[in-house]
């Protein structure tokens, strides 16, 4: 939930426009549960900067992150994120991002990654 909150906010924001062209911070949790079980959260802080290039968007951000699992102690990465918007019509735009998190393991390095479409009434 709250995951899907901090992205609604973030689309609004990275599709506000050359109002907002430019350096940023940007600070998000994103934290999970399992039924009522709280499994933990991390804490991204990252510098970013964000413009247009002709029609679409675009943001770049990285930063350190603390992942705090629950019963274990906080540990500090390196996480980023990088999203691209495009519109397809007036009503219609595609949008992507590829993210990534360290890990103290080299083969728990996470990457992730989201396309979506959105629908402007």
Do not use: C, R
């Amino acid at each position: 939930m709250f995951k899907s909150v901090f992205a609604v906010t973030a689309a609004l924001f990275t599709s506000a426009g050359a109002a907002l062209a430019g350096p940023y911070v940007n600070v998000e949790t994103n934290a999970g549960w399992v039924g009522d079980d709280y499994s933990g959260a991390t804490t991204d802080i990252h510098v970013g900067y964000e413009g247009e290039a002709g029609t679409a968007s675009y943001y770049v951000q990285a930063g350190p992150a603390i992942v705090a699992v629950d019963g274990e102690e906080s540990d500090t990465q390196f996480s980023g994120k990088a999203g691209l918007g495009l519109p397809v019509s007036e009503a219609i735009g595609v949008y992507g991002e590829v993210s990534f998190l360290t890990a103290e393991d080299e083969d728990d390095f996470g990457l992730g990654g989201k396309l979506g479409l959105k629908y402007n009434f």
